[in-house]
């Protein structure tokens, strides 16, 4: 075995399995949207590339830490079809607008239920708006694992976000409440362009074992996990530094929330 293939492979494997930290990590996956429509919400997909076959044994293609930071990676696609802008108003305010007025894929309602404009007050700068975006994946372990969300930085857009999405990570044995795309929008001079099925952003998983590969499965709703989920989802309406009630949550957890479908 060569080192590249040890670094990719085994690096921190026999170190983590004398502790007991198995290789592979099972994931649930599952969806909790309160209303209709439960079918915009798209299968988390393994990221993949569609590159040509490699010329040489020393292209990008067959580097292994290139190859085990791909396969990490796992791809949310984008739930629908919209363009949003920024319009001045009479009075000179800034107001959010569906672009596409009439000719729009979403109603009004539909467009309420999916995001909102957070509160000036809660904007990291005064110039940069922030939105937040309904994002119902739940994640869930019964073992040690984070979920790390990050914008889709290995696809390449023909036409740039104006801003960046603001990424995320928190453990899904303890808190695994489903996700929110929050949006800052940096040049409010130009849309906001989503398209159905594209890239919306990226899921990845930390475990005790470095090496460990995640399996990621769907889930079932279990009694179990819903009532954990409605313990501990919009807790931060009512109090901040949600971190700090990670002890008392797992110490109400049930034993076991992974229930592959």
């Known amino acids: 075995m060569s080192w590249d293939d040890y670094f990719a492979e085994d690096a921190g494997a026999a170190e983590a399995e004398t502790r007991g930290k198995g290789r592979t990590v099972t994931v649930g996956w599952t969806v909790r949207w309160p209303g209709n429509g439960g079918a915009i ?11 040509r076959k490699a010329a040489s044994a020393k292209s990008i293609q067959a580097c292994p830490a290139a190859i085990d930071f791909d396969r ?20 000179g305010q800034i107001q959010l607008v569906d672009a596409d007025g009439e000719q729009s894929a979403m109603r009004p309602q539909g467009r309420a239920n999916l995001f909102i404009v957070q509160p000036p007050g809660e904007w990291r700068d005064p110039d940069r708006p922030i939105i937040q975006f309904t994002a119902p994946y739940v994640f869930v372990a019964d073992e040690p694992c984070y979920v790390v969300q990050a914008a889709p930085y290995l696809h390449w857009f023909p036409t740039p976000r104006p801003g960046v999405q603001m990424g995320g990570r928190f453990p899904v044995h303890i808190w695994p409440r489903p996700l929110a795309w929050a949006f800052e929008w940096y040049d409010i001079s130009k849309p906001l362009v989503l398209k159905r099925g594209e890239p919306w952003f990226y899921v990845s998983f930390e475990t005790e074992n470095p090496s460990a590969r ?20 919009d807790v931060s309406n009512y109090v901040n530094r949600t971190y700090g009630l990670f002890a008392e949550a797992q110490r109400a957890r049930p034993a076991k929330l992974v229930r592959p479908k």
């Not at 990490?72 to 009075?91: K, W």
């Not at 995640?214 to 989802?233: C, D, K, N, W």
């Open 41 to 51: 919400w798209a299968p988390p997909k393994a990221f993949s590339r569609a590159d």
């Open 72 to 91: 990490r990676h796992f791809v949310i696609p984008c739930p629908v079809d919209l363009t949003l802008e920024f319009r001045r108003n009479a009075q």
């Open 214 to 233: 995640v399996r990621l499965v769907e889930q079932e709703m279990t009694p179990e996990l819903e009532g954990y989920l409605a313990s501990i989802t």
